[in-house]
Protein backbone atom coordinates (compact mmCIF):
# COMPACT_ATOMS: atom_id res chain seq x y z
CA UNK A 1 0.00 0.00 0.00
CA UNK A 2 1.44 3.54 -1.06
CA UNK A 3 1.13 6.46 1.30
CA UNK A 4 1.07 9.72 0.07
CA UNK A 5 3.39 11.03 3.07
CA UNK A 6 5.46 8.74 4.55
CA UNK A 7 7.32 11.18 6.91
CA UNK A 8 3.65 12.38 8.23
CA UNK A 9 3.97 13.20 11.81
CA UNK A 10 0.30 14.42 13.77
CA UNK A 11 2.53 16.95 16.34
CA UNK A 12 4.70 18.05 13.58
CA UNK A 13 1.33 19.12 11.75
CA UNK A 14 -0.45 20.71 14.46
CA UNK A 15 3.11 22.41 14.97
CA UNK A 16 3.30 23.80 12.30
CA UNK A 17 -0.32 25.01 12.35
CA UNK A 18 0.19 26.70 15.15
CA UNK A 19 3.49 28.48 13.60
CA UNK A 20 1.49 29.22 10.52
CA UNK A 21 -1.62 31.37 12.82
CA UNK A 22 1.35 32.86 15.02
CA UNK A 23 3.06 34.53 11.61
CA UNK A 24 -0.17 35.38 10.26
CA UNK A 25 -1.78 37.88 13.31
CA UNK A 26 2.02 39.01 13.50
CA UNK A 27 1.91 40.39 9.93
CA UNK A 28 -1.42 41.44 10.31
CA UNK A 29 -0.82 43.60 13.36
CA UNK A 30 2.55 44.65 12.57
CA UNK A 31 2.00 45.58 8.42
CA UNK A 32 -1.60 44.60 7.56
CA UNK A 33 -3.82 47.59 10.49
CA UNK A 34 -1.21 50.26 9.63
CA UNK A 35 -1.73 49.74 6.04
CA UNK A 36 -5.55 49.35 6.81
CA UNK A 37 -5.29 52.77 9.21
CA UNK A 38 -2.99 54.92 6.63
CA UNK A 39 -5.34 53.72 3.74
CA UNK A 40 -8.71 54.75 5.45
CA UNK A 41 -6.68 58.33 6.60
CA UNK A 42 -7.07 59.18 2.90
CA UNK A 43 -10.76 58.01 1.99
CA UNK A 44 -13.58 59.79 3.00
CA UNK A 45 -15.94 57.62 5.00
CA UNK A 46 -19.43 57.19 4.25
CA UNK A 47 -22.00 58.39 7.51
CA UNK A 48 -23.98 55.36 8.29
CA UNK A 49 -27.34 56.06 10.52
CA UNK A 50 -25.71 59.56 11.86
CA UNK A 51 -22.43 57.74 13.16
CA UNK A 52 -18.81 58.05 11.13
CA UNK A 53 -18.11 54.53 9.85
CA UNK A 54 -14.88 54.35 11.28
CA UNK A 55 -12.54 51.32 10.93
CA UNK A 56 -13.60 50.44 14.85
CA UNK A 57 -17.30 51.37 14.32
CA UNK A 58 -16.89 48.33 11.35
CA UNK A 59 -15.56 45.86 13.26
CA UNK A 60 -17.86 45.94 15.96
CA UNK A 61 -20.63 45.75 13.12
CA UNK A 62 -18.73 42.68 11.42
CA UNK A 63 -18.93 41.05 14.90
CA UNK A 64 -22.70 41.12 15.42
CA UNK A 65 -24.22 40.17 11.64
CA UNK A 66 -27.73 41.45 12.24
CA UNK A 67 -26.38 45.08 12.43
CA UNK A 68 -24.53 44.69 9.30
CA UNK A 69 -27.33 45.40 6.68
CA UNK A 70 -26.62 49.28 7.12
CA UNK A 71 -23.62 48.92 6.03
CA UNK A 72 -24.70 46.15 3.04
CA UNK A 73 -28.03 48.86 2.38
CA UNK A 74 -25.11 51.70 2.14
CA UNK A 75 -22.97 50.07 -0.24
CA UNK A 76 -26.06 49.62 -2.48
CA UNK A 77 -26.15 53.53 -3.55
CA UNK A 78 -22.51 53.95 -4.06
CA UNK A 79 -21.24 54.26 -7.87
CA UNK A 80 -19.44 51.05 -7.77
CA UNK A 81 -22.17 48.73 -6.81
CA UNK A 82 -24.05 49.87 -9.72
CA UNK A 83 -21.08 49.90 -11.56
CA UNK A 84 -20.28 46.14 -10.90
CA UNK A 85 -23.29 44.70 -9.77
CA UNK A 86 -26.85 45.96 -10.18
CA UNK A 87 -27.91 47.97 -13.18
CA UNK A 88 -24.26 47.18 -14.24
CA UNK A 89 -22.02 44.90 -15.35
CA UNK A 90 -22.72 41.85 -13.08
CA UNK A 91 -26.65 42.20 -13.76
CA UNK A 92 -25.93 42.58 -17.46
CA UNK A 93 -23.23 39.47 -18.22
CA UNK A 94 -25.84 37.24 -15.77
CA UNK A 95 -28.61 38.23 -18.07
CA UNK A 96 -26.26 37.54 -21.10
CA UNK A 97 -25.09 34.50 -19.63
CA UNK A 98 -28.74 33.19 -19.22
CA UNK A 99 -28.99 34.43 -23.25
CA UNK A 100 -26.46 32.10 -24.12
CA UNK A 101 -27.62 29.07 -21.95
CA UNK A 102 -31.26 29.67 -23.38
CA UNK A 103 -29.95 29.90 -26.63
CA UNK A 104 -27.55 26.89 -26.69
CA UNK A 105 -30.78 24.57 -25.27
CA UNK A 106 -33.46 26.32 -27.84
CA UNK A 107 -31.21 25.24 -30.63
CA UNK A 108 -30.05 21.83 -29.23
CA UNK A 109 -33.73 21.17 -28.80
CA UNK A 110 -34.43 22.25 -32.29
CA UNK A 111 -31.47 20.43 -33.57
CA UNK A 112 -31.63 17.62 -31.15
CA UNK A 113 -28.04 18.68 -29.40
CA UNK A 114 -26.84 16.49 -26.68
CA UNK A 115 -24.63 18.84 -24.56
CA UNK A 116 -26.74 22.03 -23.75
CA UNK A 117 -29.78 19.16 -22.58
CA UNK A 118 -27.38 16.72 -20.79
CA UNK A 119 -24.77 18.41 -19.06
CA UNK A 120 -24.50 18.26 -15.57
CA UNK A 121 -27.43 16.01 -15.42
CA UNK A 122 -29.96 18.51 -14.78
CA UNK A 123 -31.30 19.80 -17.83
CA UNK A 124 -27.79 21.01 -19.19
CA UNK A 125 -26.79 23.26 -16.15
CA UNK A 126 -23.12 23.62 -16.71
CA UNK A 127 -22.90 23.54 -20.45
CA UNK A 128 -22.09 26.78 -20.13
CA UNK A 129 -19.27 26.42 -17.31
CA UNK A 130 -17.52 24.05 -19.82
CA UNK A 131 -17.83 26.10 -22.71
CA UNK A 132 -16.13 28.80 -20.27
CA UNK A 133 -13.24 26.13 -18.89
CA UNK A 134 -12.69 25.04 -22.52
CA UNK A 135 -12.33 28.54 -23.79
CA UNK A 136 -9.91 29.65 -20.63
CA UNK A 137 -7.60 26.64 -20.90
CA UNK A 138 -6.86 27.20 -24.32
CA UNK A 139 -3.86 28.52 -25.79
CA UNK A 140 -4.27 32.28 -26.89
CA UNK A 141 -2.79 31.82 -30.50
CA UNK A 142 -1.58 35.26 -32.39
CA UNK A 143 -0.83 35.18 -35.78
CA UNK A 144 2.47 35.34 -37.06
CA UNK A 145 2.08 38.30 -39.52
CA UNK A 146 -0.10 40.23 -37.27
CA UNK A 147 -0.35 43.78 -36.02
CA UNK A 148 -0.51 42.85 -31.93
CA UNK A 149 -1.24 45.95 -30.30
CA UNK A 150 -4.86 46.39 -32.98
CA UNK A 151 -5.29 42.75 -32.45
CA UNK A 152 -4.74 42.76 -28.71
CA UNK A 153 -6.72 45.65 -28.13
CA UNK A 154 -9.24 44.63 -30.20
CA UNK A 155 -11.22 42.17 -27.65
CA UNK A 156 -11.20 44.87 -24.86
CA UNK A 157 -12.34 47.68 -26.62
CA UNK A 158 -15.60 45.81 -27.88
CA UNK A 159 -15.94 44.77 -24.29
CA UNK A 160 -15.38 47.95 -23.10
CA UNK A 161 -18.33 49.84 -25.72
CA UNK A 162 -20.30 46.96 -25.10
CA UNK A 163 -20.05 48.03 -21.52
CA UNK A 164 -20.11 51.69 -21.80
CA UNK A 165 -23.37 50.53 -23.76
CA UNK A 166 -25.19 48.58 -20.53
CA UNK A 167 -24.40 51.75 -18.43
CA UNK A 168 -26.79 53.92 -20.37
CA UNK A 169 -29.47 51.28 -20.03
CA UNK A 170 -31.88 52.35 -17.28
CA UNK A 171 -33.20 49.37 -15.39
CA UNK A 172 -35.81 50.77 -12.88
CA UNK A 173 -36.42 54.16 -11.51
CA UNK A 174 -33.13 55.59 -10.43
CA UNK A 175 -31.14 52.64 -11.25
CA UNK A 176 -29.10 53.50 -13.96
CA UNK A 177 -25.29 53.53 -14.03
CA UNK A 178 -25.04 56.94 -16.10
CA UNK A 179 -27.82 59.12 -16.08
CA UNK A 180 -27.06 62.03 -18.91
CA UNK A 181 -29.37 64.73 -20.36
CA UNK A 182 -28.16 63.61 -23.63
CA UNK A 183 -28.48 59.31 -22.93
CA UNK A 184 -30.06 58.67 -26.60
CA UNK A 185 -27.24 60.26 -28.34
CA UNK A 186 -24.07 58.52 -26.22
CA UNK A 187 -26.07 55.48 -27.21
CA UNK A 188 -25.53 56.49 -31.05
CA UNK A 189 -21.87 57.57 -30.36
CA UNK A 190 -21.15 54.29 -28.68
CA UNK A 191 -22.61 52.47 -31.37
CA UNK A 192 -20.77 53.93 -33.52
CA UNK A 193 -17.25 52.49 -32.43
CA UNK A 194 -18.24 48.69 -33.10
CA UNK A 195 -17.71 49.15 -36.72
CA UNK A 196 -14.13 50.75 -36.40
CA UNK A 197 -13.17 48.03 -33.73
CA UNK A 198 -14.30 45.61 -35.86
CA UNK A 199 -12.39 46.98 -38.85
CA UNK A 200 -9.51 47.31 -37.08
CA UNK A 201 -9.05 43.68 -35.42
CA UNK A 202 -10.06 42.31 -39.01
CA UNK A 203 -7.41 44.55 -40.33
CA UNK A 204 -4.78 43.72 -37.46
CA UNK A 205 -5.34 39.91 -38.05
CA UNK A 206 -3.76 39.89 -41.54
CA UNK A 207 -5.61 36.81 -43.19
CA UNK A 208 -7.85 37.59 -46.00
CA UNK A 209 -11.15 35.83 -44.46
CA UNK A 210 -11.04 38.13 -41.77
CA UNK A 211 -10.15 40.80 -44.11
CA UNK A 212 -13.55 40.30 -45.80
CA UNK A 213 -15.58 39.78 -42.53
CA UNK A 214 -14.65 42.69 -41.03
CA UNK A 215 -14.84 45.08 -44.65
CA UNK A 216 -18.57 43.20 -44.61
CA UNK A 217 -19.46 44.43 -41.16
CA UNK A 218 -18.37 48.00 -41.60
CA UNK A 219 -20.76 47.91 -44.91
CA UNK A 220 -23.37 46.20 -42.50
CA UNK A 221 -23.02 48.56 -39.67
CA UNK A 222 -22.51 51.69 -41.48
CA UNK A 223 -25.83 51.40 -43.64
CA UNK A 224 -27.91 50.25 -40.85
CA UNK A 225 -26.73 52.90 -38.57
CA UNK A 226 -28.87 55.80 -40.59
CA UNK A 227 -32.41 53.91 -40.27
CA UNK A 228 -31.65 53.36 -37.02
CA UNK A 229 -31.10 56.84 -35.69
CA UNK A 230 -33.93 58.17 -37.49
CA UNK A 231 -36.06 55.08 -36.45
CA UNK A 232 -35.58 56.75 -32.55
CA UNK A 233 -36.25 60.52 -33.89
CA UNK A 234 -40.20 59.71 -33.76
CA UNK A 235 -39.81 58.36 -29.88
CA UNK A 236 -37.82 61.67 -29.59
CA UNK A 237 -40.47 64.11 -31.42
CA UNK A 238 -43.23 62.39 -29.15
CA UNK A 239 -41.84 62.00 -25.57
CA UNK A 240 -39.71 65.66 -25.77
CA UNK A 241 -36.85 64.38 -23.86
CA UNK A 242 -33.32 62.73 -25.01
CA UNK A 243 -32.72 61.36 -21.49
CA UNK A 244 -33.93 57.64 -21.46
CA UNK A 245 -35.20 57.39 -17.65
CA UNK A 246 -37.04 60.50 -18.74
CA UNK A 247 -38.13 58.56 -22.16
CA UNK A 248 -39.56 55.89 -19.84
CA UNK A 249 -41.24 57.80 -17.70
CA UNK A 250 -43.07 59.55 -20.20
CA UNK A 251 -44.68 56.11 -21.28
CA UNK A 252 -46.50 55.50 -18.00
CA UNK A 253 -49.82 55.62 -19.63
CA UNK A 254 -49.40 54.29 -23.34
CA UNK A 255 -46.44 52.54 -24.87
CA UNK A 256 -44.81 54.18 -28.23
CA UNK A 257 -45.08 51.19 -29.91
CA UNK A 258 -48.93 51.54 -29.95
CA UNK A 259 -47.97 54.66 -32.04
CA UNK A 260 -44.76 54.04 -33.92
CA UNK A 261 -45.17 50.41 -34.81
CA UNK A 262 -43.20 51.21 -38.03
CA UNK A 263 -40.29 52.88 -36.29
CA UNK A 264 -40.35 49.58 -33.79
CA UNK A 265 -40.30 47.38 -36.29
CA UNK A 266 -37.13 49.64 -38.35
CA UNK A 267 -35.54 49.14 -35.14
CA UNK A 268 -35.72 46.00 -34.63
CA UNK A 269 -34.28 44.80 -38.25
CA UNK A 270 -31.39 47.22 -37.52
CA UNK A 271 -30.85 45.60 -34.12
CA UNK A 272 -30.39 42.35 -35.93
CA UNK A 273 -28.42 43.96 -38.31
CA UNK A 274 -25.80 45.43 -35.83
CA UNK A 275 -25.66 42.81 -33.79
CA UNK A 276 -24.77 40.57 -37.02
CA UNK A 277 -27.44 37.96 -36.23
CA UNK A 278 -29.05 35.56 -38.57
CA UNK A 279 -30.50 36.26 -41.58
CA UNK A 280 -27.55 39.35 -41.57
CA UNK A 281 -25.01 37.38 -40.27
CA UNK A 282 -22.49 38.04 -43.09
CA UNK A 283 -19.87 39.86 -41.16
CA UNK A 284 -19.09 35.74 -39.48
CA UNK A 285 -20.43 33.64 -41.96
CA UNK A 286 -19.55 30.51 -41.01
CA UNK A 287 -19.81 28.56 -44.11
CA UNK A 288 -18.18 30.99 -46.76
CA UNK A 289 -15.46 33.06 -45.23
CA UNK A 290 -15.12 30.48 -41.93
CA UNK A 291 -15.77 32.61 -39.14
CA UNK A 292 -15.66 36.45 -40.60
CA UNK A 293 -13.69 38.71 -38.76
CA UNK A 294 -13.44 36.60 -35.79
CA UNK A 295 -11.42 33.88 -37.84
CA UNK A 296 -8.15 34.61 -35.83
CA UNK A 297 -9.09 34.94 -32.85
CA UNK A 298 -8.61 31.97 -29.72
CA UNK A 299 -9.06 31.10 -26.52
CA UNK A 300 -10.12 33.90 -24.32
CA UNK A 301 -9.73 36.37 -26.48
CA UNK A 302 -12.59 35.05 -28.53
CA UNK A 303 -14.26 34.69 -25.22
CA UNK A 304 -14.10 38.58 -24.70
CA UNK A 305 -15.48 39.18 -28.02
CA UNK A 306 -18.48 36.67 -26.98
CA UNK A 307 -19.07 38.40 -23.77
CA UNK A 308 -19.36 41.71 -25.17
CA UNK A 309 -21.57 40.23 -28.47
CA UNK A 310 -24.07 39.10 -25.47
CA UNK A 311 -23.50 42.51 -23.49
CA UNK A 312 -24.50 44.10 -26.63
CA UNK A 313 -27.28 41.85 -26.77
CA UNK A 314 -28.54 42.81 -23.80
CA UNK A 315 -28.25 46.47 -24.37
CA UNK A 316 -30.22 46.69 -27.28
CA UNK A 317 -32.97 44.65 -26.59
CA UNK A 318 -33.23 46.98 -23.00
CA UNK A 319 -33.13 50.10 -25.38
CA UNK A 320 -36.03 48.45 -27.46
CA UNK A 321 -37.86 48.04 -23.63
CA UNK A 322 -36.70 51.31 -22.59
CA UNK A 323 -37.87 53.19 -26.36
CA UNK A 324 -40.70 51.43 -27.17
CA UNK A 325 -42.04 49.27 -24.24
CA UNK A 326 -42.36 50.82 -21.71
CA UNK A 327 -39.41 50.19 -19.86
CA UNK A 328 -40.02 49.56 -16.34
CA UNK A 329 -43.63 50.91 -15.96
CA UNK A 330 -45.99 48.04 -15.19
CA UNK A 331 -48.85 46.94 -12.75
CA UNK A 332 -48.01 47.13 -9.06
CA UNK A 333 -47.56 43.20 -8.22
CA UNK A 334 -44.44 42.82 -6.92
CA UNK A 335 -45.99 42.28 -2.96
CA UNK A 336 -45.36 44.77 -0.27
CA UNK A 337 -42.33 44.37 2.50
CA UNK A 338 -44.19 42.83 5.65
CA UNK A 339 -44.13 45.20 8.31
CA UNK A 340 -44.05 42.88 11.46
CA UNK A 341 -40.16 42.11 10.06
CA UNK A 342 -39.18 45.80 10.20
CA UNK A 343 -41.12 46.53 13.44
CA UNK A 344 -40.60 43.54 15.31
CA UNK A 345 -38.22 41.15 13.92
CA UNK A 346 -38.21 37.47 13.17
CA UNK A 347 -39.37 35.88 15.84
CA UNK A 348 -38.26 32.01 15.79
CA UNK A 349 -39.28 29.81 19.02
CA UNK A 350 -37.88 32.15 21.75
CA UNK A 351 -35.12 33.31 19.49
CA UNK A 352 -36.00 37.48 18.28
CA UNK A 353 -33.90 38.60 15.23
CA UNK A 354 -33.57 41.94 14.89
CA UNK A 355 -32.70 43.48 11.32
CA UNK A 356 -32.10 47.09 11.55
CA UNK A 357 -31.85 48.55 7.63
CA UNK A 358 -34.23 46.36 6.17
CA UNK A 359 -36.20 46.11 3.41
CA UNK A 360 -33.03 46.42 1.36
CA UNK A 361 -34.82 47.49 -2.10
CA UNK A 362 -37.86 49.50 -2.06
CA UNK A 363 -41.28 48.14 -3.44
CA UNK A 364 -41.06 50.17 -6.52
CA UNK A 365 -37.37 48.79 -7.94
CA UNK A 366 -38.18 45.53 -7.41
CA UNK A 367 -41.34 46.01 -9.14
CA UNK A 368 -39.78 48.10 -12.20
CA UNK A 369 -36.83 45.45 -11.82
CA UNK A 370 -39.32 42.42 -12.47
CA UNK A 371 -41.41 44.36 -15.47
CA UNK A 372 -38.02 45.41 -17.30
CA UNK A 373 -36.60 42.02 -17.50
CA UNK A 374 -39.88 40.27 -18.66
CA UNK A 375 -40.10 42.62 -21.12
CA UNK A 376 -36.12 42.36 -21.93
CA UNK A 377 -36.11 38.48 -22.15
CA UNK A 378 -39.05 38.47 -24.21
CA UNK A 379 -37.21 40.96 -27.07
CA UNK A 380 -33.95 38.76 -26.22
CA UNK A 381 -35.94 35.78 -27.24
CA UNK A 382 -37.52 37.41 -30.34
CA UNK A 383 -33.67 38.33 -31.54
CA UNK A 384 -32.67 34.55 -30.88
CA UNK A 385 -35.34 33.57 -32.53
CA UNK A 386 -34.46 34.13 -36.20
CA UNK A 387 -31.23 32.14 -36.35
CA UNK A 388 -33.00 28.83 -35.92
CA UNK A 389 -35.33 29.95 -39.01
CA UNK A 390 -34.12 31.97 -41.20
CA UNK A 391 -31.01 31.66 -44.23
CA UNK A 392 -28.93 34.44 -45.15
CA UNK A 393 -29.02 37.28 -47.26
CA UNK A 394 -26.67 38.12 -49.56
CA UNK A 395 -24.60 41.77 -48.79
CA UNK A 396 -26.16 43.57 -51.79
CA UNK A 397 -29.84 43.21 -50.30
CA UNK A 398 -28.84 43.55 -47.35
CA UNK A 399 -27.40 47.00 -48.43
CA UNK A 400 -30.68 47.47 -50.72
CA UNK A 401 -32.76 47.01 -47.70
CA UNK A 402 -31.02 49.68 -45.32
CA UNK A 403 -29.95 52.64 -47.68
CA UNK A 404 -33.47 52.28 -49.33
CA UNK A 405 -36.40 50.46 -47.80
CA UNK A 406 -35.86 50.93 -43.94
CA UNK A 407 -34.43 54.46 -44.32
CA UNK A 408 -37.79 55.52 -46.37
CA UNK A 409 -40.00 53.58 -43.51
CA UNK A 410 -38.08 54.99 -40.79
CA UNK A 411 -38.98 58.63 -42.57
CA UNK A 412 -43.02 58.17 -42.65
CA UNK A 413 -42.37 56.80 -38.77
CA UNK A 414 -41.23 60.29 -38.08
CA UNK A 415 -44.04 61.92 -40.49
CA UNK A 416 -46.73 59.87 -38.44
CA UNK A 417 -44.63 61.03 -35.31
CA UNK A 418 -44.94 64.83 -36.41
CA UNK A 419 -48.52 64.55 -37.56
CA UNK A 420 -49.71 63.04 -33.89
CA UNK A 421 -47.82 66.01 -32.25
CA UNK A 422 -49.08 69.03 -34.86
CA UNK A 423 -52.60 67.05 -34.70
CA UNK A 424 -52.65 67.53 -30.38
CA UNK A 425 -52.84 63.85 -29.83
CA UNK A 426 -49.58 63.36 -28.06
CA UNK A 427 -46.80 65.12 -27.14
CA UNK A 428 -46.22 68.24 -24.24
CA UNK A 429 -50.03 69.54 -23.83
CA UNK A 430 -51.66 66.62 -26.03
CA UNK A 431 -55.26 65.40 -25.71
CA UNK A 432 -54.08 61.92 -24.28
CA UNK A 433 -51.58 63.64 -21.93
CA UNK B 1 -9.54 68.14 -10.60
CA UNK B 2 -10.88 69.80 -13.77
CA UNK B 3 -8.11 71.24 -14.41
CA UNK B 4 -5.57 67.93 -14.09
CA UNK B 5 -8.63 66.80 -16.67
CA UNK B 6 -7.88 69.59 -18.54
CA UNK B 7 -3.83 69.16 -19.10
CA UNK B 8 -4.52 65.46 -19.87
CA UNK B 9 -7.13 65.82 -22.42
CA UNK B 10 -4.80 68.65 -24.18
CA UNK B 11 -1.60 66.04 -24.46
CA UNK B 12 -3.76 63.35 -25.45
CA UNK B 13 -4.85 65.77 -28.17
CA UNK B 14 -2.44 67.43 -29.05
CA UNK B 15 0.02 64.48 -28.77
CA UNK B 16 -2.22 62.48 -31.01
CA UNK B 17 -2.58 65.22 -33.47
CA UNK B 18 1.40 65.26 -33.69
CA UNK B 19 1.45 61.60 -34.15
CA UNK B 20 -1.25 61.50 -36.64
CA UNK B 21 0.74 64.04 -38.68
CA UNK B 22 4.08 62.52 -38.38
CA UNK B 23 3.91 58.21 -37.94
CA UNK B 24 4.28 56.34 -40.74
CA UNK B 25 1.38 53.80 -40.97
CA UNK B 26 -1.62 54.88 -42.05
CA UNK B 27 -3.36 53.08 -40.13
CA UNK B 28 -1.84 54.05 -36.76
CA UNK B 29 -2.63 57.40 -38.23
CA UNK B 30 -5.81 57.23 -38.32
CA UNK B 31 -6.61 56.13 -34.80
CA UNK B 32 -4.54 58.90 -33.62
CA UNK B 33 -6.64 61.01 -35.80
CA UNK B 34 -10.00 59.28 -33.89
CA UNK B 35 -8.01 59.67 -30.74
CA UNK B 36 -7.64 63.54 -31.69
CA UNK B 37 -11.12 63.90 -32.41
CA UNK B 38 -12.14 62.14 -29.21
CA UNK B 39 -10.13 64.45 -27.68
CA UNK B 40 -11.76 67.49 -28.54
CA UNK B 41 -14.89 65.75 -27.32
CA UNK B 42 -13.63 65.54 -24.19
CA UNK B 43 -12.98 69.24 -24.42
CA UNK B 44 -16.95 69.94 -25.05
CA UNK B 45 -17.54 67.62 -22.24
CA UNK B 46 -15.41 69.35 -19.86
CA UNK B 47 -17.38 73.12 -21.10
CA UNK B 48 -20.60 71.64 -20.20
CA UNK B 49 -21.84 70.80 -23.85
CA UNK B 50 -22.80 67.41 -23.75
CA UNK B 51 -25.17 67.66 -26.83
CA UNK B 52 -22.09 68.70 -28.81
CA UNK B 53 -19.76 66.09 -27.38
CA UNK B 54 -21.81 63.56 -28.28
CA UNK B 55 -21.97 64.79 -32.07
CA UNK B 56 -18.40 65.14 -31.92
CA UNK B 57 -18.08 61.40 -31.44
CA UNK B 58 -20.57 59.78 -33.40
CA UNK B 59 -20.58 62.08 -36.52
CA UNK B 60 -16.28 62.30 -36.05
CA UNK B 61 -15.31 59.20 -34.85
CA UNK B 62 -18.15 57.17 -35.72
CA UNK B 63 -18.07 58.23 -39.79
CA UNK B 64 -15.56 60.45 -40.72
CA UNK B 65 -12.58 58.42 -38.99
CA UNK B 66 -14.69 55.14 -40.72
CA UNK B 67 -14.14 56.85 -44.14
CA UNK B 68 -10.61 57.40 -43.67
CA UNK B 69 -10.04 54.07 -42.61
CA UNK B 70 -12.36 52.94 -45.65
CA UNK B 71 -10.35 54.92 -47.88
CA UNK B 72 -6.56 53.89 -45.95
CA UNK B 73 -7.97 50.16 -46.69
CA UNK B 74 -9.45 50.16 -50.05
CA UNK B 75 -7.34 52.85 -52.12
CA UNK B 76 -3.11 51.37 -53.05
CA UNK B 77 -1.34 54.33 -51.05
CA UNK B 78 0.46 54.97 -53.80
CA UNK B 79 -2.76 56.20 -55.97
CA UNK B 80 -3.48 58.65 -52.92
CA UNK B 81 -0.63 59.91 -52.36
CA UNK B 82 2.64 61.19 -53.49
CA UNK B 83 5.38 61.73 -50.85
CA UNK B 84 6.72 65.50 -50.79
CA UNK B 85 9.23 66.42 -48.45
CA UNK B 86 11.32 68.47 -47.77
CA UNK B 87 12.76 71.02 -44.44
CA UNK B 88 11.43 74.21 -46.16
CA UNK B 89 7.60 73.12 -46.88
CA UNK B 90 7.68 71.59 -42.99
CA UNK B 91 9.17 75.11 -41.63
CA UNK B 92 6.27 76.99 -44.13
CA UNK B 93 3.91 74.53 -42.40
CA UNK B 94 4.97 75.66 -39.16
CA UNK B 95 5.08 79.42 -39.16
CA UNK B 96 1.74 79.40 -40.87
CA UNK B 97 0.27 77.66 -38.32
CA UNK B 98 1.69 79.98 -35.47
CA UNK B 99 0.63 82.97 -37.61
CA UNK B 100 -2.86 81.52 -38.14
CA UNK B 101 -2.67 80.78 -33.90
CA UNK B 102 -1.72 84.14 -33.07
CA UNK B 103 -4.03 85.44 -35.71
CA UNK B 104 -7.05 83.96 -34.02
CA UNK B 105 -5.96 83.86 -30.50
CA UNK B 106 -5.91 87.87 -30.73
CA UNK B 107 -9.50 87.80 -31.90
CA UNK B 108 -10.44 85.77 -29.22
CA UNK B 109 -8.99 87.37 -26.46
CA UNK B 110 -9.87 90.51 -27.62
CA UNK B 111 -13.46 89.17 -28.51
CA UNK B 112 -14.56 89.57 -24.60
CA UNK B 113 -14.26 86.31 -23.67
CA UNK B 114 -11.71 87.53 -20.51
CA UNK B 115 -15.20 89.36 -19.31
CA UNK B 116 -17.18 85.94 -19.43
CA UNK B 117 -19.00 84.61 -16.36
CA UNK B 118 -17.34 80.99 -16.03
CA UNK B 119 -20.05 80.17 -13.29
CA UNK B 120 -22.81 80.52 -14.65
CA UNK B 121 -25.15 77.69 -15.73
CA UNK B 122 -24.61 75.69 -19.06
CA UNK B 123 -27.01 76.59 -21.64
CA UNK B 124 -29.66 74.18 -22.26
CA UNK B 125 -29.53 72.29 -25.95
CA UNK B 126 -33.20 73.00 -26.34
CA UNK B 127 -32.63 76.73 -25.85
CA UNK B 128 -30.07 76.39 -28.67
CA UNK B 129 -32.24 74.65 -30.68
CA UNK B 130 -35.06 77.09 -30.22
CA UNK B 131 -33.05 79.98 -31.46
CA UNK B 132 -31.81 77.88 -34.17
CA UNK B 133 -35.70 77.17 -35.32
CA UNK B 134 -36.64 81.49 -34.69
CA UNK B 135 -34.36 83.93 -34.80
CA UNK B 136 -31.53 81.98 -36.78
CA UNK B 137 -33.87 80.07 -39.31
CA UNK B 138 -32.51 81.42 -41.89
CA UNK B 139 -29.25 80.68 -41.19
CA UNK B 140 -30.42 76.75 -40.47
CA UNK B 141 -31.95 76.61 -44.03
CA UNK B 142 -29.13 77.87 -46.33
CA UNK B 143 -27.07 75.40 -43.96
CA UNK B 144 -29.66 72.23 -45.17
CA UNK B 145 -29.91 73.69 -48.50
CA UNK B 146 -25.85 73.61 -48.80
CA UNK B 147 -26.30 69.94 -47.22
CA UNK B 148 -28.82 68.48 -49.63
CA UNK B 149 -27.21 70.08 -52.12
CA UNK B 150 -23.84 68.24 -51.69
CA UNK B 151 -25.56 65.47 -51.08
CA UNK B 152 -27.42 65.21 -54.38
CA UNK B 153 -23.52 66.48 -56.42
CA UNK B 154 -22.03 63.23 -54.43
CA UNK B 155 -24.80 60.82 -55.85
CA UNK B 156 -24.43 62.21 -59.26
CA UNK B 157 -20.88 61.86 -59.48
CA UNK B 158 -20.77 58.27 -57.93
CA UNK B 159 -23.33 57.34 -60.61
CA UNK B 160 -22.84 55.18 -62.93
CA UNK B 161 -24.29 54.44 -66.21
CA UNK B 162 -21.97 51.76 -67.54
CA UNK B 163 -22.31 49.53 -64.85
CA UNK B 164 -24.52 46.53 -65.45
CA UNK B 165 -25.96 44.67 -62.17
CA UNK B 166 -26.44 41.04 -63.87
CA UNK B 167 -26.58 39.45 -60.23
CA UNK B 168 -29.63 41.40 -59.29
CA UNK B 169 -32.62 39.14 -59.02
CA UNK B 170 -35.10 41.54 -59.27
Known sequence: MSTIAPQFRLSRFIGSLFDLIFWVILIFSLVGLPIVFIVLFYIKLPVINGQLMTPYLAMTWMADPSRTLPIVKNFMHTTIFRVMAFPGFGFAALLAAATIFVERKFLAKMQLRVGPLYCGKIEGILQLMGDGFKLMSKEIIIPAKADKPIFWMGPLLFVGAAGAFVSLIPVAPGWVVANPNVGLLAVFAVIGFFPIIAVLTAWAANSKWTFIGGLRALHQMVAFEIPLILSLLGVVILSGSLNLSQIVESQEHFWWIAFLPIGAIVFFITILAELERVPFDLPEAESEIVAGWLTEFSGMMYGLIQLGTYLKLYAFAGLFTVLFLGGWNGPMVWPPFPQDIITQGITIGPVTAKFPGLPLFDQEMLNGTLWFVIKTVGVILLILLPRGVFPRVRIDMILHTGWYKLIGLAFINIFIALGLLYAGVLGPGGLLH | ?170
Open chain 2, 1 to 170: MVDSVFLALSVLTIGSAIVALEIRSLIYGSIALMLTLSGVAGFFLLLDAPFVAMFQLSVYVGSIAVLILFTVMLVRRELIFNKVEDKRRRYAGIGLMVVLMLGIGTIIIGSGLKTMDTNSAAVDYKKIGEDFLTYYSPALIVMALILASSIVGAMTLARREDVIDDQRAD
